[in-house]
C-alpha cells in the first residue's frame, strides 16, 4: 500500500481504479475508535481525478513504512528517543533518528519549542498557494497546533523545513473539527515564523 521508493500510498478511486497519493493529498485523518493492534486510520484524501475520497491506512503503514522500518522499534516520544526493543539498529533510518536527525518535525505553539512527530499525529491538511496548512496534535502535550510547511516537509522523511509558519493561536479540543473549519482558520490566521532545530 507504500511505496517507499516513490512515497506513494495506494487507495482505490471509482473513476481511475486506483489512486496513488503521496502524504501531502491526504486532507484528514481519523484514528478509528476499536482496532489497536495496529490502530487503524480513516484518511480523506485529495485524488487526482479531482474528487476527494475515502481509504484506511494501519497505523505502522502510516509512521514506519515511510522509513522502512519494521516492527521491533519503539519510539519513546516523551524522552524524543528510539528505542530498541528486538534486534540491533542497523537501518540508516535508524541511525539517523539516533543521531538526532527526526523524519519529521513541527512546532508546538503551546510548549513553544519544535517536537518530533509522526505522521499519525496530524489531522489536518490544507494546500495553499505556496505553503500546506498542517494542524497536528502534540504526541507529548495532546494540544493542537498549525503550522505552514512545504509539501517536502511532510512527504519527504527526513527534510525538514529549516523555518516554518506558526499560527500564534492556543486552540480548543473541539475548533478544528472539520476541514472547512481549518480552512477558514488558515485563511484568517497571522502566521509567525519558527525555526525548526530540534535539540
Ligand atoms: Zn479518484
Ligand atoms: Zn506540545
Not at 516513490?6 to 501531502?24: D, H, K, M, N
Not at 530498541?84 to 539517523?96: F, K, Y
Not at 503551546?110 to 497536528?136: H, I, K, Q, T, Y
Request: aromatic fraction near 10%; charge should be negative.
Amino acid at each position: 500500500m507504500y511505496d517507499a521508493l516513490t512515497s506513494r500510498y495506494t487507495f482505490s478511486c471509482p473513476a481511475r481504479g486506483e489512486s496513488r497519493v503521496s502524504l501531502s493529498s491526504f486532507r484528514e485523518l481519523d484514528r478509528l475508535p476499536g482496532a489497536a493492534h495496529p490502530a487503524v486510520f480513516r484518511v480523506r484524501f485529495a485524488c487526482a481525478c479531482g474528487e476527494e475520497h475515502v481509504g484506511l491506512v494501519a497505523h505502522d503503514e502510516l509512521d514506519w513504512a515511510p522509513l522502512g522500518l519494521q516492527e521491533g522499534l519503539f519510539l519513546n516520544l516523551m524522552t524524543a528517543r528510539l528505542e530498541a526493543v528486538g534486534d540491533e539498529l542497523a537501518d540508516l533510518a535508524a541511525r539517523r533518528i539516533q543521531a538526532g536527525n527526526w523524519p519529521w518535525s513541527f512546532f508546538c505553539y503551546p510548549e513553544e519549542r519544535p517536537r518530533p512527530v509522526f505522521p499519525s499525529s496530524f489531522f489536518l491538511l490544507a494546500p495553499g498557494d505556496r505553503a500546506l496548512g498542517l494542524a497536528v496534535r502534540c504526541p507529548c502535550c495532546a494540544r493542537v497546533s498549525v503550522n505552514l510547511v512545504t509539501r517536502e516537509h511532510v512527504d519527504l522523511p527526513f527534510h525538514n523545513d529549516a523555518q516554518i509558519g506558526v499560527v500564534e493561536h492556543v486552540f480548543g479540543d473541539d475548533a478544528l473539527v472539520t476541514l472547512e473549519a481549518f480552512r477558514d482558520e488558515l485563511y484568517s490566521a497571522r502566521f509567525d515564523a519558527r525555526r525548526l532545530t530540534l535539540e
